[in-house]
């Protein structure tokens, strides 16, 4: 089956335009479709077909890696494997679909090299062998065990790589409908070729046309169906997930019985820069609304608002209202974006990150910042003391109480009597009621009170008086408001742990703090009642931890190395160019040099087919040249009875023809010749041919 | 759980049938493009795949709603060689009448053989065979589907103009040896994008004997010298030494009355008959191991191949041969010089089938029972362990030559033990599969 004239070179074109790559495909096109007007061909041998597939092949798996490690593959499979949930999940097969629409897009070209020696190879067909990898085997394995191999087929690849050009053009986001109407024209030429003779061709046309319709009808419902998918909401889904932390909502531990486990794994890595000290806290969100024991920001990433970076590729994105601020310290910061997606840690007042190498960056009114791209994000963030980047308080930040919890703040509260004082002396009492009266656990008892209407905060408030940082901020937060001063929860770090040059921050120095509004300075200042002992209690470092460390260093590593936070990529492309020069060596030169030594050799042919390294085709060259050459399809016994008849050659006549049946043999005998009688061959070749030369020699005298 | 992965295969070997049947090789292409743009339509933010499904879909709906409307009244009379031969195309014609008032043409004309589908405990013999001998995902040890009776190949019709008969070459190629069973034959009209076929049926019965497949035997010196055969020429009817003369004796119950010699009678008066020189020609035993736990494997084709190959070449020469073998019961089937000849003898081998039941003792009782009236044997074996060493041991101890063949799976490297045959190695031969017709070529 062969495609009609020119429907390669239209699918090259539509795939180029499709592709974003149009004089590729134009030039491609150009190139596949040369065979019609160039009439040289070259004869191709099975192990050059083999070699070209190598090539095609190592190409494959080139832009497999190329491909995968620029869609974030290896970071959201990594994040997959570590952590497996909805998202991670997500990310990993969305990574996986990158990579194999890149590969389609990608498929065009690298199998170009192949169907193009196909169209100028002789046979205008590659060896089947060549591209089936289970009978390359077989053949191998006959080979060794000395088993005539089975014969070669051929097969004509022109509509695969007709078909595989048409999947390239498919693999890119929709935009408008030219896809499908370019692909129904070049279907139909296709198709054009195989219809049936028993139809007349307005039967065909109209097929065609009720066929693309169908097809076109079948495109839009599918498109609106998965719209529809898209706009129902799937939060019931979200219960499955476990973020670190989330813009949306905190879910805290409040009245959560037993101990609480933290991880020791290093979650950032900070070093602080030009000399400066590093910041206390690195903030991921904050919150507004305390619900049941979950802290709301009331505000979903739709709220969020999209900064820009300050020039293409300049990777500096400056966070407004400070952008105009001059910072006075900066840090350079390492953090997971595990999913592809997560929020930043930053210190307070970040005013401007560089060498942030992300998609997107989105920024909420409470000055959470999300951040989409690689799996790993290493910036500089530039802060200052002072201003930080959220909104200013708003009547919730200062009423917002749950009616539960009023009584227990109450009772706190008279304990302060803090009636006439200021709002710093507020702070200050506040601060002091928590330092001197509370302590710092991760285990809370069950409660033995009969009083049902308690609340974990009221408890710990009012009785235990001891928990972990959520009960104080919290506490802290609704306090504060109950004294009319606006306060927000907020997440995030606490930097204390100093490694080599820098900090790490580990996961068990999450932190939650409260966000105080200073009426003076019209500023938010972060106010976190907990008492300080809670880093001891949460760093136990043990050998494990050591050990956990240096994974943690070898994982790190491994990230900055294949989110391309290094310059891998472009070693591995520039680690290719190599590997296709030797090849294209292997392809081109050596077959070059094997012809060559052929011709000096005084063969005119390849030496590893059976019998072509005789040495007759020397004496029949040398005997051709003296005026009698061989016709085509004479047989040598018969020219060798025509050069016999020559009177000067009497002395060779006899040895010819015993050399003539060694030749033979040597050539057509399955079981060949044996070492004795090849070398007789040879010896008595050289023989005749110096005897020729010795008549050659008397008659030119 | 077997039953259910047998289950699966009959039902996904059923749709492939189906699918080559009805799809064209183009509809083919076209399912592979579906299925292939059907994974990547997925995300249909990523791809404009979905919108390629969706295409090809309509056109294959189209192409299938055609295949609705096609009716036609035909009859057939296939006209089929008496035998084939496996891995021989076999050509044969059939006679297609159109019985309508239209003339059809475009048409294909497919054979429905008989269901080659093996039944459960077939199956799962081979599936047993394969998990002991071949190593899981080992493809390229993996052989062809020992139950695929032949290769069809969709046979072009000419025009059928109405109520007229035309006649379409057809030709497949056997697999399988045995009884080959149509079951009908098929007129396929393909749509008119040339993607699907739409079928018309009728019934046509029909068989033909498939021979095994044979090798090439170089002029082989048969071992043996001629001996007295007790039947005379009646057993050897043809020519020979049979009739020379020796004398005249009085005639005795039971002579011929062919051998009389009537001039004697008129002069004597009592009946005279001629006498003749006792009957010497040669016989062989060919001797057909089919004593194996591995059914459907190649290892017994070729034995059976090999000993297909005998048969041909020795019944050619003016000699006898017993084709010895135990099948349902021990069979000892004698041809040449007359008595049979050699297509009858591979229309046996075509049958044969291998021995489960029975021990290996049975073949050597009968073996040895003929051992008396012939001049040699000729053993194809499948295994060369103690059983089949004592055999060949045994008619070695009667003076018999031998001539045996071991047919061994390929690539087999262990060099075979001579055992009894220490004192005539020339005459073991190992056949490895693959490699049987070479190592045949050069028996001398």
Same mark, same amino acid.
């Given at each position: ?701 | 759980?077997?039953?259910? /992965? ?27 493009? /579906? ?8 995300? /249909? ?361 071991? /047919? ?37």
């Amino acid at each position: 089956m062969k495609p009609p004239p020119f429907l390669l070179a239209a699918a090259l074109l539509f795939w180029g335009w499709q592709s974003g790559l149009l004089i590729v495909g134009a030039i491609l096109a150009v190139v596949i479709e040369s065979p019609r007007f160039v009439r040289a061909r070259w004869d191709f041998s099975d192990e050059d077909f083999g070699r070209i597939w190598t090539l095609c092949s190592l190409l494959t798996l080139g832009a497999i890696l190329f491909a995968f490690v620029d869609n974030q593959g290896p970071a959201n499979f990594a994040g997959f494997f570590q952590e497996p949930n909805i998202q991670t999940q997500r990310g990993a097969g969305s990574s996986s679909a990158r990579t194999a629409f890149a590969m389609f897009r990608w498929l065009p070209i690298i199998y170009f090299p192949f169907i193009l020696a196909q169209f100028f190879s002789t046979r205008e067909a590659v060896p089947w062998k060549t591209i089936n990898f289970v009978l390359r085997r077989r053949l191998r394995k006959a080979k060794l065990a000395g088993k005539p191999p089975p014969p070669v087929t051929t097969v004509n690849l022109t509509l695969p790589y007709f078909a595989l050009t048409l999947l390239g053009a498919a693999a890119h986001p929709p935009e408008g409908i030219t896809f499908f109407w370019g692909l129904s024209v070049l279907l139909a030429g296709a198709l054009w070729s195989q219809r049936s003779v028993r139809f007349k061709p307005a039967a065909w046309v109209l097929a065609v046309i009720v066929g693309v319709a169908l097809g076109f009808l079948g495109q839009t419902g599918v498109r609106q169906a998965m719209r529809l998918a898209e706009s129902m909401n799937l939060s019931w889904l979200s219960f499955l997930v476990r973020r670190r932390f989330d813009a949306e909502q905190s879910r805290t531990a409040l009245g959560k019985i037993g101990d609480i486990k933290t991880s020791g794994q290093i979650v950032i890595r900070l070093e602080p820069l030009n000399g400066n000290a590093p910041p206390t806290y690195l903030r991921e969100a904050s919150y507004r609304t305390y619900k049941g024991v979950t802290w709301l920001a009331e505000i979903n990433e739709e709220g969020f608002v999209s900064v820009g970076e300050r020039g293409a590729n300049t990777l500096i994105w400056p966070l407004p209202p400070l952008d105009q601020e001059t910072n006075t310290h900066s840090a350079n910061i390492a953090c997971y974006l595990d999913g592809g997606k997560a929020l930043l840690p930053l210190p307070t007042g970040s005013a401007r990150l560089e060498k942030l190498n992300i998609i997107e960056l989105k920024k909420s009114p409470l000055g959470a910042v999300l951040a989409r791209g690689p799996g790993l994000a290493i910036f500089d963030a530039h802060f200052t003391d002072g201003k930080t980047i959220d909104s200013p308080p708003e009547p919730a930040d200062r009423t917002n109480i749950p009616p539960r919890e009023v009584a227990g703040l109450d009772t706190a509260l008279a304990e302060l009597r803090l009636e006439g004082n200021s709002d710093d002396e507020k702070l200050h009492n506040v601060a002091g009621f928590f330092s001197d009266k509370f302590s710092y656990s991760t285990w809370q008892s069950p409660s033995k009170s009969s009083d049902t209407n308690e609340t974990a905060l009221s408890r710990f408030l009012t009785k235990t008086r001891k928990g972990h940082c959520e009960y104080f901020a919290t506490a802290t937060v609704l306090m504060l408001r109950r004294l009319n001063i606006p306060a927000r929860y907020a997440v995030g770090f606490y930097v204390h742990e100093s490694s080599g040059g820098g900090y790490v921050v580990r996961m068990s120095d999450a932190h939650a703090w409260t966000l105080v509004w200073d009426e003076q300075a019209q500023t938010w200042r972060d106010f976190d009642t907990t008492p300080p002992s809670w880093i001891q209690i949460e760093s136990k470092p043990t050998i494990l931890r050591w050990l956990s460390d240096v994974k943690s260093r070898v994982f790190f590593e491994i990230r900055k190395l294949i989110t391309g936070q290094t310059k891998l990529r472009q070693y591995l492309l520039w680690a290719i160019v190599p590997g296709l020069a030797i090849l294209t060596y292997q392809i081109v030169f050596r077959r070059r040099k094997k012809q060559r030594g052929a011709i000096a050799g005084g063969l005119n042919e390849f030496t590893d087919w059976p019998g072509l390294d005789s040495e007759f085709y020397l004496l029949e060259k040398r005997l051709a040249e003296r005026g009698v050459p061989r016709e085509p399809g004479e047989p040598l016994s018969a020219w060798l009875e025509r050069v016999a008849c020559d009177s000067t050659l009497e002395d060779v006549r006899e040895p010819l023809e015993v050399l003539l049946q060694l030749h033979y043999r040597h050539r057509f005998d399955p079981q060949g010749l044996v070492a004795e009688e090849r070398e007789a061959l040879r010896r008595n070749t050289t023989m005749c041919l110096e005897r020729i030369g010795r008549v050659e020699t008397q008659a030119a005298r | 759980m077997l039953r259910v /992965i047998y289950r699966l295969y009959r039902w996904s070997s059923g749709l492939r049938y189906w699918a080559v049947r009805r799809f064209t090789p183009v509809g083919l292409g076209l399912l592979v493009a /579906i299925t292939v743009t059907m994974l990547m339509g997925f995300n /249909i933010e990523e791809s404009v795949s979905y919108q390629a499904f969706m295409l090809l879909l309509g056109l294959l709906a189209v192409a299938i709603a055609f295949s609705w409307f096609f009716h036609m009244q035909f009859t057939i009379e296939r006209c089929l060689p008496r035998f084939g031969t496996v891995g021989v195309a076999l050509r044969y014609f059939v006679a297609v009448r159109n019985l309508g008032k239209q003339t059809q043409s475009g048409l294909a004309l497919l054979e429905n053989l008989a269901d080659a589908r093996p039944s459960f405990a077939e199956w799962k013999d081979v599936q047993l065979d394969d998990q002991k001998h071949i190593r899981p995902f080992s493809f390229v040890k993996r052989r062809a589907n020992p139950f695929k009776l032949a290769i069809t190949k969709a046979a072009t019709a000419p025009p059928l103009p109405s109520k007229q008969e035309v006649t379409v070459s057809a030709e497949l190629t056997p697999l399988r040896r045995g009884v080959l069973r149509f079951d009908g034959v098929t007129l396929a009209r393909p749509d008119p994008l040339g993607l699907f076929r739409s079928f018309v049926r009728t019934p046509a019965p029909q068989s033909v004997l498939i021979l095994p497949k044979r090798y090439y035997l170089p002029p082989i010196a048969m071992p043996g010298s001629m001996k007295y055969q007790q039947g005379g020429v009646a057993l050897a009817s043809n020519i020979g030494q049979s009739d020379e003369f020796v004398s005249l004796r009085e005639y005795r119950r039971g002579d011929p009355m062919r051998h009389i010699h009537w001039r004697s009678w008129a002069k004597t008066g009592k009946p005279i008959v001629k006498e003749f020189e006792d009957e010497f020609f040669v016989r062989h035993a060919l001797v057909l191991d089919t004593f194996t736990d591995r059914p459907h494997t190649e290892q017994f084709e070729e034995a059976v191949s090999v000993a297909s190959s005998f048969a041909c070449t020795i019944l050619t020469q003016e000699s006898l041969l017993d084709l010895l073998f135990v099948g349902a019961q021990a069979y000892c089937f004698t041809a040449g010089r007359g008595l049979a000849h050699a297509d009858q003898m591979l229309e046996i081998l075509a049958s044969v089938r291998p021995s489960s039941d029975k021990p290996f003792a049975s073949l050597e009782t009968l073996v040895l029972n003929h051992s008396s009236t012939v001049n040699g044997v000729i053993c194809v074996l499948l295994a060369w362990d103690e059983a089949r060493q004592q055999l060949v041991a045994k008619l070695k101890s009667l003076g018999l030559p031998l001539l045996v063949f071991v /047919i061994r799976d390929a690539g087999e490297k262990n060099p075979l033990d001579h055992g009894p045959m220490r004192d005539d190695p020339e005459h073991l031969h190992s056949l490895e599969i693959g490699r049987i017709e070479e190592q045949l070529a050069r028996l001398v």
